[in-house]
């Protein structure tokens, strides 16, 4: 059964920093993997979706990267601004089970003006 | 943009009673699903629907629950004897293809007393 992690599970820094978060997935045999973002008492919106043949997405200050075979994702975010404080999923849709996604618990981050 | 729209945004209602969600998914997608989220845990997959069908649902889909797509817009979540843990908040999800990203509703947050 596929799990999801992801590290850490908070993060503060100050306003400016480039920082990575990080997801791990038990399993590598992967149709995609998604990162949400997700507002206190909001919806998920989509950030990046990475397919199981890509290595990396870029959208603007954001940047995914995919290793399958460790089973493994960052999400990498340049020059953080405190718009960026929320908490971050990470979603993976297992190759075998159908359309349905697997959460990790999240990142929570701050980002201090 | 077109997203997702669901109502209400928060309902409260007594154990035993039958509530219904509503979704409005984007209007050309062809997948549609509905995830919970109970306070500070991981976000879980309830349930997908393709062609006018289930084509996966979890363990938690039991038969407390039901899914329908009553006309060309609307797609419902079901659930017929509300019990205390169902209080999470519900988010429905769409998707053009199964490959694609899954745009995601602001939720329902609902609450069994």
């Known amino acids: 059964k596929q799990e999801v992690t992801q590290i850490p599970a908070a993060l503060s820094v100050p306003e400016g920093e480039n920082l990575v978060l990080n997801c791990s997935f038990t399993?590598?045999?992967?149709?995609?993997l998604q990162w949400f973002r997700q507002d206190p008492g909001k919806g998920l919106t989509s950030l990046l979706l990475?397919?199981?043949?890509?290595r990396e997405q870029t959208s603007g200050r954001l940047n995914a990267s995919l290793d399958k075979s460790s089973g493994r994702s960052t999400l990498y975010i340049a020059a953080s601004q405190p718009g960026d404080s929320a908490t971050y999923l990470c979603?993976?849709?297992?190759?075998?089970?159908?359309?349905?996604?697997?959460f990790g618990p999240g990142t929570r981050l701050s980002v201090l003006p | 943009e077109p997203e997702v729209t669901q109502t209400p945004s928060h309902q409260v209602t007594q154990m035993g009673q039958e509530v219904i969600l509503r979704c409005v998914p984007i209007?050309?997608?062809?997948?549609f699903y509905w995830y919970r989220q109970i306070l500070g845990q991981k976000v879980e997959f309830l349930v997908s629907f393709y062609n006018n069908e289930i084509s996966e649902k979890s363990e938690i889909f039991d038969d407390q629950f039901s899914v329908e797509r009553p006309d060309g817009s609307n797609f419902t979540l079901k659930i017929r004897s509300t019990k205390l843990e169902d209080s999470a908040m519900y988010f429905c999800?769409?998707?053009?293809?199964?490959?694609?990203?899954?745009?995601f509703g602001p939720g329902t947050r609902l609450l069994v007393l």
């Open positions: 999800a769409s998707t053009i293809l199964r490959a694609e990203t899954q745009y």
């Open positions: 209007s050309n997608h062809l997948y």
């Open positions: 979603a993976v849709r297992p190759h075998n089970y159908g359309q349905n996604f697997v």
């Open positions: 399993d590598s045999a992967i149709y995609n």
């Open positions: 990475i397919q199981s043949s890509q």
